[in-house]
């Protein structure tokens, strides 16, 4: 009997039930199934019952923010009991990291502060939860950043959308957790960023936010992926709160608090100014992760100069860390398309703050923008007001929207699950940036680089050959 490659059983097994994965055999087909269409309604997703015994990791670990002197860890256990980290390097244990005590108010999640690293350097960690050590061999292992400001090439996964099922995503996990380790070639990342619609939640209360977050990352390509992998998060309106939901929302800080139980990032919003926004520097690359709903003015709302996707607070923290930026390249991610002629829950219903400030960019002379957005259940590309490039990426494993005409977009994809890539290589000047985008199952649907001019507008992205609009 042929052996079956480890890339090929991740997907099948993470999509398949057991008795169907058996039962396949020679006749699998090459071209990977579309995310199942989940009813409506889908019935509320559940965890399984925690055995008796000794407490265990639920879900986890997952890496989250990994600077170049630090890294976060969070994981979720059966029962509150003190846990820790066993961190080694080289084959040689390190240090020993208290992560406290998991608590029930918290969910049972703990996130553990690994500090005093070398920037660059391979590390390889173990859980001991009660006393008892859970990750079996071999052990998960993370690289800590570059030192900020370090001139690098670094390539960027960017997704929205998993699905309503946790099975919807699973062949995604699987794919990407097995990409993560290979060439560039075959579509190797340094981090993920998660853009919102990470579950299905809809809804402010707590325990079922927790149900929802806990459910998405049992999947063993999740758990694989998440573990070796820095992952940031900011929200959208699906786990957020309802569909469309804004800054009206009551229990929005349920909400928060969750967020902040179940994502490990460097930071969530300002002690004055609550939200899941946070911004860090990677290399050369700053990133500004935002919040679009918990001061979002309600959609519906007429578009005046108090309108607000952001709120002011926000705005003007994202204006004083843009100013006061020294990285070559800055990243804005936002749930929402940024561009002018997106659904009824964009920016398009929020020109009065978005126009000034993209004019506000320019008369800063703030150069190397890129924004990021998802939301759509298609990947695309937009040339904004043909001046500053968006990317959009998505869905991760929900269901497709179709594309519809627009005129800034010069690419698009709307077939399948499916992310996207940015490549950035500061080592040059000006620098490189390329976006791809790719499928589940069907590798790489398009590699194109943006040019420093086209980046800055002053030359025109011309429609991807064989695109239309």
């Known amino acids: 009997m042929s052996s079956i490659s480890r890339r090929h059983l991740l997907r099948t097994a993470a999509a398949m039930p057991a008795a169907a994965l058996a039962s396949r ?43 170049p002197d630090r890294a976060h860890i969070w994981v979720r256990g059966t029962a509150a009991v003190p846990w820790k980290i066993l961190l080694s390097e080289a084959g040689a244990q390190t240090g020993e990291i208290d992560g406290g005590s998991l608590k029930v108010e918290t969910g049972l999640c703990g996130i553990a502060f690994l500090e005093g690293l070398k920037p660059g350097t391979k590390y390889t960690y173990q859980i001991v939860l009660d006393g008892r050590e859970q990750l079996p061999l071999p052990l998960p292992s993370f690289t800590t950043a570059p030192e900020i400001g370090t001139a690098c090439r670094q390539r960027i996964v960017f997704g929205s959308c998993v699905g309503r099922t946790t099975a919807a995503a699973a062949p995604t996990w699987a794919e990407l957790a097995e990409r993560r380790a290979g060439s560039i070639d075959e579509g190797a990342f340094d981090l993920l960023l998660m853009l919102g619609d990470n579950h299905y939640g809809d809804t402010t209360e707590i325990e079922k936010l927790r ?15 998440s573990a070796r992998t820095p992952v940031y998060a900011i929200w959208d309106d699906h786990d957020y709160g309802p569909n469309n939901s804004d800054g009206t929302e009551a229990g929005k800080a349920g909400s928060l608090k969750t967020f902040q139980e179940f994502w490990a990032n460097p930071a ?42 952001l709120g002011a607070g926000q705005l003007a923290w994202l204006k004083r860390e843009l100013q006061a930026s020294k990285a070559k390249i800055k990243l804005l991610a936002n749930g929402s398309e940024w561009e002018s002629y997106g659904s009824d829950d964009s920016w398009s219903l929020f020109k009065k703050e978005r126009d000034p400030f993209l004019k506000w960019i320019d008369e800063q002379k703030i150069e190397g923008v890129i924004f990021l957005s998802g939301d759509r259940h298609f990947s695309s ?11 959009s990426a998505g869905p991760l494993g929900s269901t497709n929207s179709k594309l519809r005409s627009n005129s800034e977009r010069f690419t698009g994809h709307d077939d399948g699950r499916l992310w996207g890539v940015l490549d950035i290589d500061t080592t040059v000047s000006p620098p490189r940036v390329a976006y791809e985008f790719w499928q589940t199952g069907h590798s790489m649907r398009e590699r194109r680089e943006i040019s ?3 980046l800055h507008g002053r030359e025109k992205i011309a429609r991807t050959p064989g695109y239309e609009i």
């Not at 559940?46 to 000794?54: D, E, F, I, K, S």
């Not at 149900?211 to 992926?225: E, F, M, N, P, Q």
């Not at 979002?296 to 709302?301: D, E, F, G, L, V």
Request: some cysteine; overall charge positive; proline content about 9%.
């Open 381 to 391: 590309g937009y040339h904004i007001n043909g001046r500053f490039l968006e990317l």
């Open 452 to 454: 420093w001019a086209q």
């Open 25 to 67: 055999g020679a006749a699998a087909e090459t071209k990977a199934a579309k995310p199942a269409s989940p009813k409506k309604f889908a019935p509320p997703l559940t965890l399984p019952p925690v055995q008796a015994g000794p407490a265990y990791l639920m879900a986890g670990p997952m890496l989250g923010h990994v600077g």
């Open 268 to 309: 969530y919003g300002e002690a004055d100014n609550p939200g899941c926004y946070f911004t860090f520097t990677r290399g050369d690359v700053q990133f500004f992760m935002l919040d679009g709903r918990y001061h979002r003015s309600p959609n519906k709302a007429e578009d005046t100069l108090e309108k607000t996707m």
């Open 211 to 225: 149900v929802y977050y806990t459910a998405h990352r049992l999947s063993a390509g999740w758990r694989d992926l």
